[in-house]
């Protein structure tokens, strides 16, 4: 299939339902190592108490229990879409949150995949927007996404054109190799310049 039947303009679309089983499994990870750093020598120190090894048990098993109920409602909030300038994105159990990502923002498309999700056959698309530089964690995350390089390519070309450029995919005028300005440095500048008016700003406030 093409991108635009993958991911089509204008429709929601949800991360793949290896979702749950990937955040399942690696949550009953962290369990695991949880339990075996702070339980085991506790119920060792007890010498294997009963009581104490039924109520731990069953207090891991509540909170398991929870988190795939959790799983599942969360799953079922998360949504993406895409339009022909921005990217729009939901979720959230009990507090639902929203957000739009212009294409003109993001500076960069980094794809991941760990040892679960190569096993599930999905990725995650972490977008970094020019508000977000400098700080390690990405304004939104694509999760889950099964045709993840086919989602991040049809995104990169919705950036060059809504950046004006005119590489094969953006709709701006030529540019000379020289007035060119990679995308992902452009939301850096204006960040810097619009301090610089602020300072500028004060500095004219302070001498009245």
């Known amino acids: 299939m093409s991108g635009p039947d993958h991911f089509p303009r204008n429709v929601p679309f949800r991360p793949s339902t290896?979702?749950?089983?990937?955040?399942?499994?690696?949550f009953l990870l962290v369990i695991a190592f949880?339990?075996?750093?702070?339980?085991?020598?506790?119920?060792?120190?007890?010498?294997?108490?009963?009581?104490?090894m039924t109520a731990i048990l069953g207090g891991f098993a509540v909170?398991?229990?929870?988190?795939?109920?959790?799983?599942r409602l969360y799953y079922d909030t998360m949504g993406y879409e895409l339009h022909d300038d921005e990217l729009r994105w939901r979720r959230g159990v009990w507090f639902r949150t929203t957000?739009?990502?212009?294409?003109?923002?993001i500076t960069n498309l980094d794809l991941k995949q760990g040892p679960v999700m190569r096993w599930l056959r999905i990725s995650t698309i972490s977008i970094q927007t020019a508000g977000y530089s400098g700080q390690s964690?990405?304004?939104i995350r694509i999760e889950a996404i099964e045709q993840a390089e086919e989602l991040r390519?049809?995104?990169?070309?919705?950036?060059?054109?809504?950046s004006g450029r005119s590489d094969g995919t953006g709709t701006g005028a030529p540019t000379s190799p020289r007035a060119e300005v990679p995308f992902a440095s452009t939301g850096t500048s204006m960040l810097i310049l619009d301090e610089l008016k602020k300072i500028r700003a004060l500095l004219e406030q302070q001498k009245k």
């Open 34 to 52: 949880i339990f075996a750093c702070t339980a085991l020598p506790v119920l060792f120190a007890a010498e294997m108490n009963l009581l104490l």
């Open 99 to 105: 957000g739009i990502v212009p294409y003109n923002r």
């Open 18 to 26: 290896a979702f749950i089983p990937w955040f399942i499994i690696d």
């Open 153 to 162: 390519e049809i995104l990169r070309a919705s950036v060059r054109a809504c």
């Open 63 to 71: 909170i398991v229990i929870l988190f795939v109920v959790w799983t």
């Open 137 to 139: 964690v990405p304004e």
